[in-house]
């Protein structure tokens, strides 16, 4: 088992202690002058935040360090984005989805199995991104392979031809709280298309086909 590592940021976007190498570099990507570091606990990192950077440098440990994960993408895909997909067993069938950090290849989140479709999958996933990163205060774009989902979320409104009964009840509870998200938030988030056939598969595929 991976040993937990725990990320002290002291010039970022929020100082603080983070428990991911994820919401470390999102608090640090492209930040002018970011200080962080990497410590093997809790106590660790709790000592050292409660110093200036240059005083906890002893106290770290060496091999510490942290450099950005590098992977291979076109050179005009944002790496400090959220990539989101959706998959579905069936359509409809169980669905779920779930948003990933391109650069570290992390998963931020991730919804379901629950009865539905992919375009519902697709439109819910990036509605989820928007909300979390609105939270978060977060400086990141979307990338989705969906243009229906795209579309939907621009319309505010999610035109599937799916029957609400019993069975799709939920589903379309979480689709009426997705609607009423987007009619009542203003976003600057940039969704942008990933195009599959230029550049292979999204970062968030479930890779099931």
């Given at each position: ?89 069936g359509n ?78 939920e589903l ?38």
């Amino acid at each position: 088992m991976k040993k937990q590592k725990y990320y002290v940021v002291w010039v970022g976007l929020t100082p603080g202690i983070y428990s991911t190498w994820t919401e470390c570099l999102l608090q640090t990507k492209g930040v002018k002058g970011a200080k962080y570091k990497s410590f093997d606990s809790r106590g660790e990192a709790e000592k050292a935040f409660s110093v200036p950077y240059e005083n906890s440098i002893p106290a770290a440990n060496p091999s510490s360090h942290l450099s950005q994960k590098q992977i291979e993408l076109p050179k005009e895909v944002q790496i400090n984005s959220l990539a989101v997909d959706a998959a579905c067993s069936g359509n409809p069938g169980k669905m779920e989805y779930r948003g990933i950090h391109i650069a570290s290849q992390q998963e931020i989140f991730h919804f379901g199995p629950i009865y539905g479709t992919n375009n519902i999958g697709e439109f819910l996933a990036i509605v989820h991104g928007l909300a979390l990163i609105k939270q978060k205060n977060w400086n990141l774009s979307i990338y989705s392979d969906s243009r229906n989902a795209i579309n939907w979320v621009k319309s505010k409104k999610c035109h599937t031809k799916l029957p609400r009964n019993a069975k799709t009840e939920e589903l379309f509870k979480l689709i009426s709280r997705a609607e009423t998200w987007l009619c009542n938030n203003q976003y600057t988030t940039q969704i942008i298309k990933w195009e599959t056939a230029e550049w292979g598969e999204i970062p968030a595929d479930f890779g099931r086909k």
